[in-house]
């Protein structure tokens, strides 16, 4: 959830051009959040529908919500250009609540009517104050509201860390201490899992203060050839797989995963390419790209060669790894091919896929209680095709809503607000 401006990419001047290249990547993301929701439920959307073969691929929508978290904290950081005061915290706080509630309490009261469960006054009210989670479950046909509890705390964070001057890399350890702590020396999930949570928000604020930037601009190969690596890494990421599933390291945590999603220990194996993604969308450097690079393409590798490993001893379901592994290869090739461009001019991508970062925040939003309400449609059938029908009507209509919110309902209610000022997009 970030803010970029919401203007011609002809109008931008060039130091700015590359926000866009950031918005598409947030629309890409959660187009992918989307796509992983409509397929993984799909049994919700066609009634007792199941994809088999290489077709029960996930898509990597925790992966996405955990590069949302460091790109909220990235935009944060670039559009508070003077550090806070506690005179400026109403203001800075109006400004969030003013982008973000509007769109969020429809598509709560839009997930209560397509809802078949009747949800306690508790929850309703939990759910509408950002509480969900804290004090009452989220309500599932919004299922996705889950990480905006968490980014409002985020926002709240980000006022002392500010008006304070703490460094964001001091932060960064100090709040990985206190999850570590308190998840191994005095077991407190909440605590710990919005520590964690933090951490990524807060590598987006210190990426913002990096002002080194690189000599020419990155190819438009590279970055698709990130978007498919970012396609195949969640499920190839093999540090994940020997941190959660062979040392455990997240047990502790998994009574309260498994009632509300949330942030773990082994989700910081993903910082590496979530921070490659940022420096390339967003032509900015660091001293640690090169290795930060090479663990992306080094970790999908070795899980790689664990399953064929693996393969020599016992039987796997290779099927629904063969597009993670073909969005890994697709990934390499159009790296190399990107490293070998000699580009000189701004490279934008499509302007379809930076309209969709335009409209991310509803989308992210509103496509759950959209998957809900088709569900309930009968009319087509109860066969492939028929899903297929829904999962692609749904779709369009979940965009449709969702250019609506934010480019017709959000621009005149912010003028309701702030009459004066031009609207932007988060």
Same mark, same amino acid.
């Given at each position: 959830?970030?803010?970029?401006?919401?203007?011609?990419?002809?109008?931008?001047?060039?130091?700015?051009?590359?926000?866009?290249?950031?918005?598409?990547?947030?629309?890409?993301?959660?187009? #992918?959040?989307?796509?992983?929701?409509?397929?993984?439920?799909?049994?919700?959307?066609?009634?007792?529908?199941?994809?088999?073969?290489?077709?029960?691929?996930?898509?990597?929508?925790?992966?996405?919500?955990?590069?949302?978290?460091?790109?909220?904290?990235?935009?944060?950081?670039?559009?508070?250009?003077?550090?806070?005061?506690?005179?400026?915290?109403?203001?800075?706080?109006?400004?969030?609540?003013?982008?973000?509630?509007?769109?969020?309490?429809?598509?709560?009261?839009?997930?209560?009517?397509?809802?078949?469960?009747?949800?306690?006054?508790?929850?309703?009210?939990?759910?509408?104050?950002?509480?969900?989670?804290?004090?009452?479950?989220?309500?599932?046909?919004?299922?996705?509201?889950?990480?905006?509890?968490?980014?409002?705390?985020?926002?709240?964070?980000?006022?002392?860390?500010?008006?304070?001057?703490?460094?964001?890399?001091?932060?960064?350890?100090?709040?990985?201490i206190v999850g570590l702590?308190?998840?191994?020396?005095?077991?407190?999930?909440?605590?710990?899992?919005?520590?964690?949570?933090?951490?990524?928000?807060?590598?987006?604020?210190?990426?913002?203060? #990096?002002?080194?930037? #690189?000599?020419?601009?990155?190819?438009?190969?590279?970055?698709?050839?990130?978007?498919?690596?970012?396609?195949?890494?969640?499920?190839?990421?093999?540090?994940?797989?020997?941190?959660?599933?062979?040392?455990?390291?997240?047990?502790?945590?998994?009574?309260?995963?498994?009632?509300?999603?949330?942030?773990?220990?082994?989700?910081?194996?993903?910082?590496?390419?979530?921070?490659?993604?940022?420096?390339?969308?967003?032509n900015k450097n660091l001293?640690?790209?090169?290795?930060?690079?090479?663990?992306?393409?080094?970790?999908?590798?070795?899980?790689?060669?664990?399953?064929?490993?693996?393969?020599?001893?016992?039987?796997?379901?290779?099927?629904?790894?063969?597009?993670?592994?073909?969005?890994?290869?697709?990934?390499?090739?159009?790296?190399?091919?990107?490293?070998?461009?000699?580009?000189?001019?701004?490279?934008?991508?499509?302007?379809?896929?930076?309209?969709?970062?335009?409209?991310?925040?509803?989308?992210?939003?509103?496509?759950?209680?959209?998957?809900?309400?088709?569900?309930?449609?009968?009319?087509?059938?109860?066969?492939?095709?028929?899903?297929?029908?829904?999962?692609?009507?749904?779709?369009?209509?979940?965009?449709?809503?969702?250019?609506?919110?934010?480019?017709?309902?959000?621009?005149?209610?912010?003028?309701?607000?702030?009459p004066n000022r031009k609207?932007?997009?988060?």
């Amino acid at each position: 959830m970030a803010e970029i401006l919401n203007l011609e990419s002809s109008k931008l001047p060039k130091s700015a051009s590359f926000e866009f290249n950031l918005e598409a990547l947030r629309g890409f993301a959660a187009f #992918t959040v989307v796509l992983s929701h409509y397929l993984g439920f799909s049994s919700i959307m066609q009634n007792g529908y199941k994809a088999t073969g290489i077709f029960k691929y996930a898509f990597p929508g925790h992966f996405c919500v955990l590069l949302f978290f460091i790109l909220s904290g990235y935009v944060i950081g670039l559009s508070t250009k003077s550090k806070l005061t506690w005179s400026t915290t109403l203001p800075y706080a109006k400004k969030r609540i003013i982008r973000l509630y509007p769109i969020y309490i429809i598509c709560i009261v839009l997930g209560l009517f397509v809802s078949n469960d009747t949800y306690s006054l508790k929850t309703v009210l939990s759910n509408i104050f950002f509480l969900q989670g804290i004090t009452s479950k989220v309500i599932f046909e919004v299922n996705t509201i889950w990480s905006l509890n968490f980014e409002i705390l985020f926002y709240i964070l980000f006022i002392p860390i500010s008006i304070y001057s703490i460094k964001p890399s001091f932060a960064i350890i100090f709040f990985l201490i206190v999850g570590l702590f308190f998840q191994f020396i005095i077991p407190i999930t909440l605590v710990n899992t919005y520590s964690y949570g933090f951490c990524f928000w807060l590598i987006g604020l210190y990426l913002a203060t #990096t002002k080194s930037t #690189t000599k020419k601009y990155q190819s438009i190969y590279s970055l698709v050839g990130l978007i498919f690596l970012m396609l195949s890494f969640e499920s190839l990421n093999y540090l994940y797989e020997l941190s959660h599933f062979k040392f455990l390291l997240d047990k502790p945590l998994d009574n309260y995963i498994n009632e509300r999603p949330g942030v773990t220990l082994s989700d910081l194996t993903n910082v590496p390419v979530i921070v490659v993604l940022i420096l390339f969308f967003s032509n900015k450097n660091l001293k640690l790209k090169p290795l930060l690079v090479g663990y992306t393409f080094i970790t999908p590798l070795l899980f790689i060669l664990f399953q064929i490993y693996k393969s020599t001893k016992l039987t796997l379901d290779l099927d629904s790894y063969i597009f993670a592994y073909t969005f890994y290869i697709l990934g390499i090739i159009f790296m190399i091919i990107g490293k070998g461009e000699k580009s000189v001019s701004i490279n934008l991508l499509p302007k379809y896929i930076i309209n969709i970062g335009s409209i991310s925040y509803a989308l992210y939003l509103i496509h759950f209680p959209v998957m809900i309400f088709f569900g309930k449609i009968n009319i087509f059938g109860n066969d492939t095709v028929s899903y297929i029908i829904k999962f692609f009507t749904s779709i369009l209509v979940s965009i449709v809503i969702a250019y609506l919110l934010e480019k017709k309902l959000q621009p005149y209610i912010a003028s309701i607000f702030r009459p004066n000022r031009k609207t932007i997009s988060n």
